[in-house]
């Protein structure tokens, strides 16, 4: 289970906390709230065969879906959901787009791993140059902008959802991975993905949840696949007509493309 002692500087703080787990029933959340710490630098993915609860988690770390109780406190600057559109205006230019972010988070610049000058070649490689408005970017184009740009600064805490994950793994995103890497070091990661490729490339450790958001195991990320390979029923998803939901009204884009090799749970 989750050490829930206080570490030494705790990244995230859950203090009774409980999210909504059924799409069609908002009085169905957590059995047993959380009330525990993540550890700064602790990489971690959430498994859950629920996707509802999975969009709903992510939602509620970036603060755009409220808790049903407690709350969670954010003891240091985290991320916006990686890949996400982060409230930029289609009219605006790549470059406006980047001073706006530049300003709201500064400090997270500043502390970057990845240089101005890298971030704006990686893009022209691309063929997305500065002048450019958000809302001319060709699919593919606009996929790779929020991604890299999401990368750029320096969070104690990167939040990626599944869809986003698998974005990341494509061969066009390679140079992405490179920089996710060099800004990974030393800070903490929380991720729904359920690509077994994700989990083992990029986290430490696996949080195994039920539907109902009850922490089932915890502990290093391969032993929590296999523990959920082998304990989570596989019906829980399946009964759904819809297991996928919309998130592109909050923080994500729509396009997506993914290595046809990697695996599924």
């Known amino acids: 289970m989750v050490d829930a002692t206080a570490s030494a500087k705790p990244v995230l703080t859950f203090q009774n906390f409980s999210l909504r787990c059924d799409k069609s029933n908002p009085k169905v959340s957590f059995q047993t709230p959380w009330n525990w710490d993540l550890p700064e630098g602790k990489k971690i993915a959430f498994i859950t ?70 971030f704006w070649d990686l893009l022209s490689r691309k063929g997305i140059h500065p002048r450019l408005k958000r809302g001319e970017l060709e699919a593919d184009q606009k996929e790779f902008f929020y991604l890299a740009v999401s990368l750029l600064f320096s969070f104690d805490c990167y939040l990626i959802e599944n869809t986003k994950s698998y974005a990341l793994l494509t061969d066009s995103a390679r140079p992405l991975r490179a920089f996710f890497r060099k800004q990974l070091e030393g800070k903490a990661l929380i991720t729904t993905s359920a690509s077994k490729r994700f989990r083992r490339e990029f986290c430490t450790h696996g949080l195994v949840l039920s539907s109902f958001g009850e922490i089932l195991f915890e502990g290093e990320i391969s032993e929590a696949i296999d523990w959920a390979d082998q304990n989570l029923p596989k019906s829980d998803d399946e009964s759904s007509d819809d297991n996928s939901f919309d998130m592109s009204r909050k923080f994500e884009n729509d396009e997506s493309s993914v290595d046809s090799d990697d695996d599924y749970l």
């Open 49 to 118: 065969r629920n996707p509802f609860l999975d969009y709903q988690l992510i939602s509620g770390f970036a603060g755009l879906v409220q808790p049903l109780s407690g709350q969670v406190l954010c003891n240091g600057p985290i991320s916006w959901p990686v890949g996400g559109e982060a409230g930029l205006d289609k009219n605006l230019r790549i470059c406006h787009a980047l001073d706006f972010l530049s300003t709201l988070y500064r400090d997270c610049l500043e502390k970057s791993r990845v240089s101005i000058d890298e």
